[in-house]
């Protein structure tokens, strides 16, 4: 919701087309080419998701990108969303800016980068998911920070000088955010960007227009193991399909899951986790309780709403 | 070659069969899984690395798997040589064991799972390579620590208390590495595992065998953009090829490695480094001035030369 504002006036001067259509400009059986055609990227990003999701549970793997997109909101709803079809979904969205450093670098050069990554799980637990900004704090964060007039951890900001702080409006006044990780981090920051920005050579050239890419990549978790029959086209899975594996890809993830949810927590922790659980329990929390905004998100929100003649 | 005596008691005991053949037992035009056998890992994902190389530069995407594989080497020389051919590369290798943590855990429950990406670039600096661990030191990196009687950087490693340690025989002491970049580290640590020991669900049946696989997914940098008429069967680039774009993937990669690589250099820092870049000039250097090795990983190397009657 603390993008809101910026939504709107996206709206109003026109960088983003919300009534636009996503478009496949080029296909073939294993890749999908979209252009977004500047529409919500969360529609943008819904229908490659499903398109890519659809072709890989019938060719194993599927990639896919959208160019001219705009801000494509929690990039980790896509892979939950591909996971409940049984599909593994990468999604990556990495271009240049000036949020982020570079490792051993002073300046921004870079997007804050974010990776999801999703698989089903037939456990109670529910599917992995993996969802972070390739810097230590994602801007989002930095935003809430500001509005709470709190601080961001230490080690993950620079001022507009290149000094280390903690202050969040550094950002916003010429800083930049390090990556997490360091040097590692760094390196998949710019993964994402080869994967988005360099891979797609479409879109470039749109007067004044700054194409966002986003790259997914979807694999069916049937691909190299079992129900042989779905995937090599034997009619209902007859006598004649050779079926050594009892356990699906999703059972087998439960399991080690599990595994890994068994070992001892550390000095400080209850218990391990695995990736995707805490933003699930926060979500079910947040149904149950609402969900807590900062009192000048609210306030920028209530603004908008009155410009445009809202009434919330 | 610090793991030349592994190997070579791998080879007596019989869990490497040196003188096997990769074999593929199940192939589509997207896709291939192959039982390596247990011969030299380097040996089955070099054939891995081939085959997806090739069926991604017909049909833009190709995913692979090995199963039954041994230890590997260095994951970033598989993604490097993809590159030479215009193919962007992603290998991943994660499974349960004892040598890593979970974050938030106590005690080894996972491999330290790592990870390589590869992407070509027209530039100087000469491809990009990601290629790490997902702990915060490589294993064999605490293997060469103790060899030279070093620490290991603090945040690393636990002993088999659980204690934070420097101290590298804590590894072989029932020790565990910790993640880097505490969750988001440990989200790529299972993303690796997923990726291969869960979604590859062969192997597993033989009697008394661990069987570790490899996961390879290999992306024809023309498959989004540039050379239109390769990618769509058209003859020779004739005139009916729609061809907007003239800059290439690796082209524009270097493009975006100039940018990265003009950031001011933070304090402690002379410059910006391209992923790949500081293995590479290690590489060059290294080809003059020779290899350095350890002295104790020296004379176990020169011990299980003279017990299998080698003269070095």
């Known amino acids: 919701v603390i993008r809101i504002p910026t939504y709107v006036r996206g709206i109003k001067q026109g960088s983003i087309a919300a009534s636009a259509r996503p478009e496949i400009v080029r296909q073939t059986a294993a890749m999908t080419l979209i252009d977004a055609h500047y529409t919500f990227g969360q ?27 705009r801000h494509v909101g929690r990039l980790g709803y896509y892979p939950t969303r591909a996971a409940a079809q049984g599909v593994a979904l990468l999604v990556a969205l990495g271009n240049l800016g000036n949020a982020a450093a570079p490792f051993g670098g002073r300046t921004g050069v870079m997007g804050t980068n974010p990776i999801s990554f999703g698989f089903p799980s037939d456990g109670q637990q529910g599917p992995f998911l993996l969802d972070f900004a390739t810097t230590a704090v994602a801007y989002g964060k ?13 080690g993950a900001l620079l001022d507009k000088e290149g000094w280390p702080t903690t202050d969040p409006n550094a950002l916003m006044q010429g800083g930049a955010l390090l990556p997490f990780g360091s040097h590692k981090g760094y390196a998949l920051a710019l993964m994402a960007t080869l994967l988005s920005t360099v891979l797609v050579r479409e879109g470039e050239d ?14 069916d978790t049937r691909v190299f193991g079992d129900d042989e029959s779905k995937l090599h086209g034997g009619a209902g899975g007859g006598e004649g399909v050779l079926r050594r594996h009892v356990t699906s890809a999703p059972q087998a993830a439960s399991t080690v899951f599990e595994k890994v949810r068994a070992t001892p927590p550390a000095e400080g922790f209850d218990e391990v986790l695995i990736p995707g659980e805490p933003e699930r ?28 003649g809202v009434s919330v």
């Open 142 to 154: 930095v935003m809430i920070a500001r509005d709470k007039h709190e601080q961001v951890p230490p």
């Open 206 to 219: 749109r007067e004044g227009g700054d194409s966002t890419k986003v790259f997914f990549c979807a694999i």
């Open 43 to 69: 529609v943008s990003s819904l229908f490659a998701t499903d398109n890519v999701v659809t072709k890989a549970r019938e060719h194993g793997v599927a990639i896919g990108a959208t160019f001219n997109s």
């Open 281 to 308: 329990r926060s979500a079910e929390r947040r149904r149950k309780e609402g969900i807590p905004v900062a009192e000048d998100t609210w306030q920028a929100i209530m603004k908008t709403a009155s410009e445009v």
